[in-house]
């Protein structure tokens, strides 16, 4: 069983940047393919950013992030992190960490195994 807890979620000025951070538990951090989701008020959780696991290049976004977020992670220390910049009023939202039991990268939620309890991140305009 993994764990993840997200950190690093706040209120920030439209323009301003956050580094929300993942803490996951157990051994197998390094093989499993990582990603962000989100989840705004009344809408479907989205994809936002995924990296690849056992070396961790590859990397996937959004369009509407592209450019702007930064999906990377450190495997001495368990942990995955999102660094998001120039930000949007239309980035508010709930932010999820989540795992895959395979190193390759996928968009789509239901082929992640566990998923952090979500941090919080609003955009003032």
């Known amino acids: 069983q993994v764990q993840l807890v997200e950190h690093g979620g706040g209120l920030v000025q439209a323009g301003g940047s956050l580094r929300l951070s993942c803490a996951a538990s157990g051994r197998a951090f390094s093989s499993y393919a990582m990603g962000w989701f989100r989840q705004a008020p009344g809408k479907e959780r989205e994809f936002v950013a995924a990296i690849r696991g056992i070396g961790g290049t590859t990397t996937s976004y959004t369009n509407s992030v592209k450019d702007r977020f930064t999906i990377s992670r450190d495997n001495a220390k368990n942990t995955l992190y999102l660094q998001m910049n120039s930000l949007k009023p239309e980035d508010t939202a709930v932010y999820y960490c989540?795992?895959?039991?395979?190193?390759?990268?996928?968009?789509?939620?239901?082929?992640?195994?566990?998923w952090g309890q979500g941090t919080q991140v609003t955009v003032s305009s």
């Open positions: 989540a795992a895959r039991k395979s190193p390759l990268v996928i968009t789509a939620a239901q082929y992640y195994d566990y």
